[in-house]
């Protein structure tokens, strides 16, 4: 990781948390703490932060309820959430509220830099080459502002739901795959065997938002065996 970042630790096991600030620290991170779910809410909604490193399960509050508040009123805040290694459903609940991955206990540093510097990767991301994407039947996406409106409703998006969408325009031409949203969109190399089910509780959170009827999808479409397409003007 050549970029230092300011990365907030919300973790209550002191082994864990302390064994996170070592490395992060060693790789030239600026690092800061909280034991306790609120301390760390407060924490993360008070502080600037490139990235909150979240348990899910904590005192006080747990990470669930935290990554929620968070996204309410920061949704481009960089959250990874940090789940027991046999909670699969902690990891799909953790995603759908948000989450920008996962990194299932016990993890090796290896991995845990791996999906940290996937992440930091995408806070920095390039100027868009749309600013503003049209689709059919009314709908209009602000790339800039995180946002859109579809027949005169209001819609919100998270930076990394607006970064699919916009991954998606750019190439409409063609469906996109799973493996190529996860190294384009997410930042992981092609060669790591990465299992997360992250592209599909963003597919799905994003079909809720757009569609009029989420079965039925007229905008981000499945090409079996291929990946997604998004259909616009």
């Not at 995180?146 to 991954?167: H, I, N, W």
Request: hydrophobic share 40%.
């Amino acid at each position: 990781m050549n970029e230092k970042a300011r990365i907030l630790v919300v973790e209550d096991e002191v082994a864990i948390r302390t064994g996170l600030i070592d490395v992060l620290t060693y790789h030239g991170h600026e690092t800061a703490y909280a034991a306790e779910g609120g301390e760390g809410l407060r924490m993360a909604l008070g502080g600037q932060f490139d990235l909150v490193l979240l348990d899910v399960m904590l005192p006080g509050m747990d990470g669930f309820r935290i990554c929620q508040r968070i996204r309410e009123q920061r949704p481009d805040q960089a959250v990874i959430m940090l789940t027991a290694k046999t909670d699969d459903d902690d990891i799909i609940h953790g995603l759908s509220l948000g989450a920008d991955d996962y990194v299932a206990k016990p993890f090796s540093v290896t991995q845990l830099l791996l999906r940290v510097q996937a992440v930091l990767r995408r806070t920095r991301p390039a100027a868009p080459s749309a600013k503003h994407i049209r689709l059919r039947e009314g709908l209009a996406l602000d790339v800039l502002n995180l946002s859109g409106s579809r027949d005169g409703e209001a819609l919100g998006f998270t930076r990394r739901e607006m970064e699919v969408l916009t991954y998606l325009h750019a190439n409409r031409e063609r469906p996109v795959s799973r493996e190529e949203l996860l190294s384009r969109v997410w930042g992981y190399a092609r060669e790591l065997d990465i299992e997360t089910r992250t592209i599909d509780i963003h597919v799905a959170k994003l079909r809720r938002k757009i569609e009029t009827d989420p079965k039925s999808p007229k905008h981000l479409l499945t090409v079996r065996g291929a990946g997604y397409r998004l259909v616009g003007d």
